[in-house]
């Protein structure tokens, strides 16, 4: 039974606390996490990792443990209260690991539950949107210094737009008829996208943009608000690994700018907000540093649009997969979400044109 599991699992972390119950956070894909509440706080979460995608699970949990660790000594100014909303803070087990491996060899890793908070699923005000950019441009900076060669590759090729392609090409020659017919019209618009898709992978390839610590999941669901909907700090770092910038401000724009959620079957709901997108800039330049160089300043909308981009082809290429990666609640699951990315990037494509190219570089 699970709740009996979760009781066992949770008794192997170090800590003081006496389980209450638990329930299940539902808003990931890929793995499993819960919320332990106890007798008295804090409460904790409970996750157990997605071997299946992720290969190296104990590595992921390590990086997680580093990356907090250092923002941690970034932000040792603060009162430790302040600190624990800031930063993750994960716990160790009984025996000093930083992972529980359970008999079936699932992972699993612990962190402290953020009381007061609040997630958001669609952006409400450009307030929200502001807040939004300087916490994903905050994290860039807290560790734009950290020693990337302590990270492990999580999931090589993640936002590797030519790696993805080969994928949607190999899923398309296994998928059905019924599904291909289904898809036609987004596998057409993929494979009319494909140039415009590989710009910034050639840049960082040639090295014109730089690489560095990223975070690679910054839709706005995995960003913490108090009560005030002031930013608190991003979670799930189970992707961070070295990146470019593009693709974090990208991520988190797919998300803010979504005038519904990802998971909106209703397309007519699905539009981009420019407005949400100029406040959520703002906020990304105003904590990012002043390491952006120009030509990464340039392509900040092109990644945006790449990154909803790469998110519809996932979603596609997982639909002609018969879904065997993301979780789904029905069987169109998937081909929706894609629909409803690229729904976006036609509104983002439209609304794009009226800014002046000065007020985004
Ligand atoms: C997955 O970890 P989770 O469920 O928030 C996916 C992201 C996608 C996201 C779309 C490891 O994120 O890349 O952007 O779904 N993570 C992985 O909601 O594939
Ligand atoms: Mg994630």
């Known amino acids: 039974m699970l709740e009996e599991q979760l009781k066992q699992v949770f008794s192997q972390f170090k800590h003081n606390n006496e389980y209450e119950s638990y329930k299940e956070l539902v808003s990931g894909h890929i793995n499993n996490t819960y919320l332990i509440k106890t007798t008295e706080k804090p409460y904790f979460v409970l996750q157990r990792i997605n071997h299946g995608v992720f290969k190296d699970a104990q590595g992921l949990i390590i990086n997680k443990f580093n990356i907090s660790q250092h923002i941690q000594k970034k932000l040792a100014h603060l009162p430790e209260k302040e600190l624990k909303r800031r930063v993750l803070t994960f716990i160790k087990t009984k025996d000093s690991n930083k992972y529980y491996k359970d008999n079936e060899g699932n ?83 993929i494979e009319g996208s494909r140039a415009e898709m590989h710009i910034l992978q050639s840049l960082k390839e040639s090295g014109a943009i730089k690489t560095r610590v990223t975070h690679n999941d910054t839709k706005i669901s995995n960003a913490l608000f108090d009560l005030n909907n002031k930013g608190l700090c991003v979670i799930d770092t189970d992707t961070v690994m070295p990146g470019i910038v593009h693709y974090d401000f990208g991520d988190a724009i797919r998300t803010i700018c979504n005038t519904a959620s990802e998971d909106e079957k209703d397309l007519s709901l699905v539009n981009f907000n420019l407005d949400y997108y100029k406040a959520y800039t703002r906020g990304f330049l105003e904590t990012v540093g002043s390491s952006l160089s120009p030509i990464e300043l340039r392509y900040l909308p092109l990644g945006a649009k790449s990154i909803i981009f790469i998110m519809g082809l996932r979603f596609l290429t997982d639909y002609l997969n018969s879904d065997i990666y993301y979780k789904i609640k029905y069987p169109e699951h998937n081909l929706d979400r894609a629909k409803n990315q690229f729904k976006l990037i036609e509104s983002f494509s439209k609304k794009i044109k009226q800014l002046d190219k000065q007020e985004v570089s």
Do not use: C
Not at 142 to 158: G, H, M, N, W
Not at 163 to 168: A, E, G, I, P, T
């Open 107 to 189: 992972y699993w890793n612990m962190m402290l539950f953020i009381d007061e908070s609040i997630t958001f699923e669609i952006v409400i005000n450009e307030e929200v949107a502001y807040e939004g950019g300087k916490l994903s441009g905050g994290f860039l900076n807290l560790t734009s210094d950290f020693d990337a060669s302590k990270l492990i590759e999580v999931i090589p090729k993640f936002h590797d737009m030519s790696f993805r392609y080969s994928q949607f090409e190999d899923a398309r020659r296994v998928a059905s008829n019924q599904r291909l017919n289904l898809a036609k019209n987004q596998i057409r618009f």
